[in-house]
């Protein structure tokens, strides 16, 4: 692995690739500047955004044609666009009835939504001012808008009449195509399935209650299990759709097949680990475990580590959490259920073992790993062209996983930097490593 030198950035959250992988897009302050994400060096454009309150930009988003970016100032209650082939060409868009909470893309490139404050309404902006802007009434603006893998049509989560609904809306011209009432305490989100033919949606914190309907809107399975305790905490599915991976806040996955709709395995992450698991343990070089979590929590110098594969049975750090009761804010549950591009592994954190990394196989539904790192893990993400893991723990070191090569790591020049998130560029060719003000680009070398 490769790293470029160190470039400057406002909000790590915001360092984003263009969907075509060709730019990376920054905020630094009130500028937006996009580099070329071969060549970081090579700066392509730069936005005044002009936002006169800080955080200044609070949202960057490429459209899906990587022709244009969005900005937004919700402190300042602004939103532009920003067009990367014409610099001159800007798009400013102001509500004039509510403030804006928040803004993101329509899949033709060429509409922009924007959700007002109190849930009044989604109104619906066109690139093009002759076109007349459309309204959507009683929409969830915590509930992310979810779009069918084709673009042609958007489920939105609403309430109304003291109702949960998802509404399927066709968005070649933003007409309602059909209303579900969904038997919800509170909808907390609404995903579209890869292959276009279902919709989940789930409950709040306190109910473990998923929802799947179909494109006709007819229910196929309410599910609620037995043991029913708290909610689910994040959902994911399968790239072929086949498999609905359900992460709850009791720290089990439930995996649900498409065929029933009922749990064909159900995860659960042990303290201990026994059988035929390849557990790799992150120690500093020359020290034991304790040793060096002490040292790293000390030193802000050079921490050298290595991993060393452990034998089985073996135990697992828990953390007991603060507060139970508070679910939604306590860090308890699985918060990282992700399939790979291939959908034959399964990775997940638990955040009752926020130094443990898990990976499954989807095969036989069997634990095949478990990486444990010295400092908690902030951010895993798989390559979205094949099956590479990597993660960050907040050192200056980019860890990869990849299955049949055990774990690797990777330490970034700069001693200092405290790594806090990644992003893969959608080609999977290279990451975006961010830290505190600055980010560096990690190209992928055999």
């Not at 955004?49 to 969005?70: G, K």
């Not at 909808?187 to 292959?195: A, N, R």
């Not at 405290?418 to 893969?424: G, I, Q, R, Y």
Request: charged share 20%; net charge negative.
């Amino acid at each position: 692995m490769e790293f470029t030198d160190l470039y400057k950035q406002s909000n790590s959250q915001l360092v984003s690739f263009s969907p075509d992988g060709k730019f990376i897009a920054v905020a630094v302050e009130h500028r937006l500047i996009v580099r070329d994400a071969e060549t970081p060096k090579k700066i392509y454009r730069v936005y005044n955004c002009s936002y006169e309150t800080a955080p200044y930009i609070q949202e960057i988003s490429w459209s899906p044609d990587s022709l244009f970016l969005l900005t937004a100032s919700y402190a300042t209650d602004r939103v532009d666009v920003w067009s990367l082939e014409d610099e001159g060409w800007r798009c400013s868009i102001h509500d004039e009835v509510s403030r804006v909470e928040k803004a993101l893309w329509a899949p033709d490139s060429q509409h922009v939504l924007t959700f007002s404050e109190l849930d009044l309404r989604l109104s619906i902006w066109s690139l093009h001012g002759r076109d007349e802007r459309r309204y959507i009434q009683y929409p969830k603006s915590s509930v992310p808008v979810a779009f069918h893998p084709e673009g042609t049509y958007m489920a939105l989560a609403q309430r109304h009449d003291y109702h949960d609904y998802v509404a399927i809306y066709a968005t070649d011209g933003w007409q309602l195509i059909k209303e579900i009432e969904v038997a919800t305490v509170d909808l907390t989100g609404v995903m579209w399935s890869p292959d276009g033919l279902h919709i989940v949606a789930w409950d709040t914190a306190s109910s473990f209650c998923v929802v799947v309907v179909n494109v006709a809107g007819i229910t196929k399975r309410q599910y609620q299990p037995e043991d029913e305790g708290l909610g689910i905490r994040t959902c994911a599915w399968s790239p072929t759709g086949q498999l609905l991976a359900l992460g709850g806040y009791d720290k089990k996955i439930r995996v649900l097949n498409h065929l029933t709709w009922r749990p064909i395995a159900t995860l659960v992450h042990r303290p201990q680990i026994s059988g035929e698991v390849d557990v790799f343990t992150e120690t500093e070089v020359g020290q034991s475990l304790t040793q060096s979590s002490q040292a790293v929590m000390a030193s802000k110098q050079r921490v050298h580590t290595r991993f060393d594969l452990e034998s089985t049975p073996t135990s697992i750090k828990t953390v007991v959490p603060q507060d139970i009761h508070r679910a939604a804010e306590a860090k308890i549950g699985a918060s990282v259920v992700e399939f790979n591009a291939e959908g034959t592994l399964l990775a997940s954190v638990n955040e009752s073992m926020p130094n443990s990394l898990w990976v499954w196989r989807v095969a036989d539904m069997r634990l095949i790993t478990v990486i444990q790192t010295i400092k908690p893990i902030r951010t895993c993400k798989w390559s979205p062209v094949e099956s590479v893991l990597a993660f960050v723990t907040g050192m200056a070191t980019v860890y990869v996983w990849k299955q049949d090569q055990g774990c690797h790591l990777f330490e970034i020049p700069t001693a200092t930097v405290n790594v806090s998130s990644l992003a893969w560029n959608p080609n999977g060719n290279s990451l975006a490593i961010t830290a505190k003000n600055v980010f560096t680009l990690a190209f992928i070398t055999e």
